[in-house]
Protein backbone atom coordinates (compact mmCIF):
# COMPACT_ATOMS: atom_id res chain seq x y z
CA UNK A 1 0.00 0.00 0.00
CA UNK A 2 1.21 3.26 -0.97
CA UNK A 3 2.72 5.29 2.35
CA UNK A 4 0.41 8.49 1.35
CA UNK A 5 -2.71 6.59 1.07
CA UNK A 6 -1.75 5.26 4.31
CA UNK A 7 -1.56 8.26 6.08
CA UNK A 8 -4.56 9.92 5.01
CA UNK A 9 -6.59 6.83 5.05
CA UNK A 10 -5.66 6.22 8.77
CA UNK A 11 -6.55 2.40 9.18
CA UNK A 12 -10.29 2.77 8.28
CA UNK A 13 -10.86 6.80 8.78
CA UNK A 14 -11.05 9.21 6.14
CA UNK A 15 -9.85 12.61 6.06
CA UNK A 16 -13.61 14.02 4.77
CA UNK A 17 -14.95 11.48 8.01
CA UNK A 18 -12.35 13.38 10.30
CA UNK A 19 -13.35 16.45 8.60
CA UNK A 20 -16.96 16.04 9.62
CA UNK A 21 -16.55 14.79 13.09
CA UNK A 22 -14.13 17.74 13.89
CA UNK A 23 -16.69 20.38 12.58
CA UNK A 24 -19.22 18.95 14.66
CA UNK A 25 -17.16 18.41 17.47
CA UNK A 26 -16.28 22.41 16.99
CA UNK A 27 -19.82 23.82 16.34
CA UNK A 28 -20.80 21.95 19.39
CA UNK A 29 -17.98 23.81 21.60
CA UNK A 30 -19.26 27.03 19.87
CA UNK A 31 -22.35 26.50 22.19
CA UNK A 32 -20.81 26.97 24.97
CA UNK A 33 -18.05 30.30 24.32
CA UNK A 34 -18.55 33.80 23.74
CA UNK A 35 -19.51 34.45 19.88
CA UNK A 36 -20.19 38.05 20.01
CA UNK A 37 -18.27 40.81 22.39
CA UNK A 38 -20.87 43.82 22.54
CA UNK A 39 -20.82 46.79 24.07
CA UNK A 40 -23.12 45.72 26.96
CA UNK A 41 -21.12 42.73 27.63
CA UNK A 42 -20.55 39.26 25.65
CA UNK A 43 -23.24 37.05 23.73
CA UNK A 44 -22.79 33.04 24.49
CA UNK A 45 -22.92 30.50 21.59
CA UNK A 46 -25.92 28.56 23.14
CA UNK A 47 -28.06 32.12 22.52
CA UNK A 48 -27.29 32.90 19.02
CA UNK A 49 -28.29 28.98 17.96
CA UNK A 50 -31.23 29.50 20.01
CA UNK A 51 -32.23 32.97 18.50
CA UNK A 52 -30.65 32.96 15.47
CA UNK A 53 -33.39 32.14 13.30
CA UNK A 54 -35.04 35.34 14.22
CA UNK A 55 -32.35 37.07 12.10
CA UNK A 56 -34.86 36.68 9.05
CA UNK A 57 -36.57 39.57 9.95
CA UNK A 58 -33.60 41.59 9.94
CA UNK A 59 -32.16 40.19 6.65
CA UNK A 60 -29.45 38.73 9.01
CA UNK A 61 -29.40 34.47 7.49
CA UNK A 62 -26.35 33.72 8.49
CA UNK A 63 -27.79 31.19 11.01
CA UNK A 64 -29.49 29.71 8.02
CA UNK A 65 -26.29 28.01 6.98
CA UNK A 66 -26.42 25.63 9.92
CA UNK A 67 -29.80 24.25 8.22
CA UNK A 68 -28.23 23.96 4.65
CA UNK A 69 -24.78 22.39 6.57
CA UNK A 70 -26.77 19.80 8.16
CA UNK A 71 -29.17 19.15 4.79
CA UNK A 72 -25.54 18.58 3.06
CA UNK A 73 -24.18 15.91 5.06
CA UNK A 74 -27.60 14.51 5.27
CA UNK A 75 -27.91 13.99 1.51
CA UNK A 76 -24.44 13.50 0.69
CA UNK A 77 -24.52 9.75 0.18
CA UNK A 78 -27.16 9.96 -1.84
CA UNK A 79 -27.54 12.84 -4.11
CA UNK A 80 -23.74 14.43 -3.63
CA UNK A 81 -23.96 17.00 -6.45
CA UNK A 82 -26.92 18.57 -4.76
CA UNK A 83 -25.02 17.87 -0.99
CA UNK A 84 -22.29 19.53 -2.15
CA UNK A 85 -24.05 22.48 -3.21
CA UNK A 86 -26.19 22.83 -0.31
CA UNK A 87 -22.41 23.04 1.78
CA UNK A 88 -21.07 25.58 -0.39
CA UNK A 89 -23.58 27.57 0.10
CA UNK A 90 -23.76 26.93 3.76
CA UNK A 91 -20.40 28.23 4.20
CA UNK A 92 -21.15 31.10 1.90
CA UNK A 93 -24.11 31.64 3.84
CA UNK A 94 -22.54 32.14 6.80
CA UNK A 95 -19.89 34.39 5.71
CA UNK A 96 -22.97 37.03 6.09
CA UNK A 97 -22.08 36.26 9.81
CA UNK A 98 -18.51 38.99 9.58
CA UNK A 99 -20.55 41.82 8.52
CA UNK A 100 -22.85 41.95 11.71
CA UNK A 101 -22.23 45.10 13.80
CA UNK A 102 -25.24 45.02 16.12
CA UNK A 103 -27.64 42.86 17.72
CA UNK A 104 -30.92 44.37 18.17
CA UNK A 105 -32.32 44.01 21.98
CA UNK A 106 -35.58 44.85 23.81
CA UNK A 107 -34.54 48.29 24.94
CA UNK A 108 -31.33 49.65 22.56
CA UNK A 109 -29.21 47.40 19.97
CA UNK A 110 -25.76 46.26 21.00
CA UNK A 111 -22.83 46.88 19.16
CA UNK A 112 -21.13 44.31 18.27
CA UNK A 113 -17.21 45.24 19.45
CA UNK A 114 -15.26 41.78 18.51
CA UNK A 115 -15.74 38.23 17.63
CA UNK A 116 -14.84 35.89 20.22
CA UNK A 117 -13.83 32.38 20.52
CA UNK A 118 -17.35 31.06 20.00
CA UNK A 119 -17.56 32.38 16.37
CA UNK A 120 -14.53 31.29 14.92
CA UNK A 121 -15.05 27.83 16.30
CA UNK A 122 -18.45 27.99 14.61
CA UNK A 123 -16.88 29.55 11.04
CA UNK A 124 -14.39 26.95 11.51
CA UNK A 125 -17.08 23.94 12.17
CA UNK A 126 -18.57 25.45 8.66
CA UNK A 127 -15.29 25.17 6.95
CA UNK A 128 -14.47 21.50 7.88
CA UNK A 129 -17.98 20.22 7.51
CA UNK A 130 -18.42 21.75 3.73
CA UNK A 131 -14.69 19.92 3.06
CA UNK A 132 -16.41 16.61 4.70
CA UNK A 133 -19.10 16.62 2.51
CA UNK A 134 -17.13 17.67 -0.86
CA UNK A 135 -14.71 14.82 -0.47
CA UNK A 136 -16.49 12.74 1.46
CA UNK A 137 -19.20 12.74 -1.47
CA UNK A 138 -18.38 9.77 -3.57
CA UNK A 139 -20.85 9.78 -6.91
CA UNK A 140 -22.20 5.92 -7.13
CA UNK A 141 -21.93 4.27 -10.26
CA UNK A 142 -24.98 3.98 -12.75
CA UNK A 143 -27.01 1.02 -12.75
CA UNK A 144 -26.38 -1.30 -15.29
CA UNK A 145 -29.51 -1.41 -17.82
CA UNK A 146 -28.74 -4.83 -18.87
CA UNK A 147 -28.75 -8.10 -16.60
CA UNK A 148 -25.48 -10.43 -16.08
CA UNK A 149 -26.34 -14.19 -17.61
Known amino acids: MNTVSRIIKLDGLSLPSLSLFF ?3 LWVISLTQVVFYTDQGVVMGYWV ?3 GWLGFALFQFAWY ?4 ELLGVLLMARYPNRAMLLAVLGVILAGQAFWFTDIPGQATNMQVIGLGAGFWFWYTSMVLVTLGVIFGSVEEEPASSTAQK
Open 49 to 51: GAT
Open 65 to 68: ANLL
Open 23 to 25: GGF
